[in-house]
T-cell receptor, first 117, second 113 residues
Framework: AQTVTQSQPEMSVQEAETVTLSCTYD???????LFWYKQPPSRQMILVIR??????QNATENRFSVNFQKAAKSFSLKISDSQLGDAAMYFC??????????????FGQGTILTVHP | EAQVTQNPRYLITVTGKKLTVTCSQN?????MSWYRQDPGLGLRQIYY???????DKGDVPEGYKVSRKEKRNFPLILESPSPNQTSLYFC????????????FGPGTRLTVT
């Protein structure tokens, strides 16, 4: 079964600095996607960035980028030039695209990010 | 506007009083699912549906029921709520062949006393 682990329950960063959130996962699939979701105080789940496993290049969306290490099954999120609006809970997630759990998103435990002015 | 809606957004109820949380999507998605979010556990899937009249259990189905009579709606039913079902609930939907593009509802905060 797929598992997703976020080992940092909380992280903090100074405004304008860079922070990296960690995620590791386990899967027997060779082709898959990985996601980072942001959950601000409004509780809405917002997709931040998506990585396709067959792509060598790490995904980037403005100030957000990932470090995808397929062999190590590691998928970290880097937030550059942190802003107060980045403060939120961040979840790493793996979508099951086959088998009996088709379509299920497996989530990590979440990391609370605090941004200090 | 493409969206997933949930109602109610907040609900406080008492043990044993049946309740339904509605979920509706306007994107003609085949796949719909329910998750619950609890501190330190992330989101866990309760039930899912791959199309009308096709539903199946997720990881934590105990105490919940669902139905899928129409493509757009996927209500979550708690026939006898208990305090351990106090949680934040999310509905999500996607096209069946694109499980990597899921849309989430705004969440329903349920408290059972």
């Amino acid at each position: 079964a797929q598992t997703v682990t976020q080992s940092q329950p909380e992280m903090s960063v100074q405004e304008a600095e860079t922070v990296t959130l960690s995620c590791t996962y386990d899967t027997s699939e060779s082709d898959y996607y990985l996601f980072w979701y942001k959950q601000p105080p409004s509780r809405q789940m917002i997709l931040v960035i998506r990585q396709e496993a067959y792509k060598q290049q790490n995904a980037t969306e403005n100030r957000f980028s990932v470090n995808f290490q397929k062999a190590a099954k590691s998928f970290s999120l880097k937030i550059s030039d942190s802003q107060l609006g980045d403060a939120a809970m961040y979840f790493c997630a793996y979508p099951n695209a086959g088998g009996t759990s088709y379509g299920k998103l497996t989530f990590g435990q979440g990391t609370i990010l605090t941004v200090h002015p | 506007e493409a969206q997933v809606t949930q109602n109610p957004r907040y609900l406080i109820t008492v043990t044993g009083k049946k309740l339904t949380v509605t979920c509706s999507q306007n994107m003609n998605h085949e796949y719909m699912s329910w998750y619950r979010q609890d501190p330190g556990l992330g989101l866990r899937q309760i039930y899912y549906s791959m199309n009308v009249e096709v539903t199946d259990k997720g990881d934590v189905p105990e105490g919940y029921k669902v139905s899928r009579k129409e493509k757009r709606n996927f209500p979550l039913i708690l026939e006898s709520p208990s305090p351990n079902q106090t949680s934040l609930y999310f509905c999500a939907s996607s096209f069946l062949d694109r499980p990597y593009e899921q849309y989430f509802g705004p969440g329903t905060r349920l408290t059972v006393t």
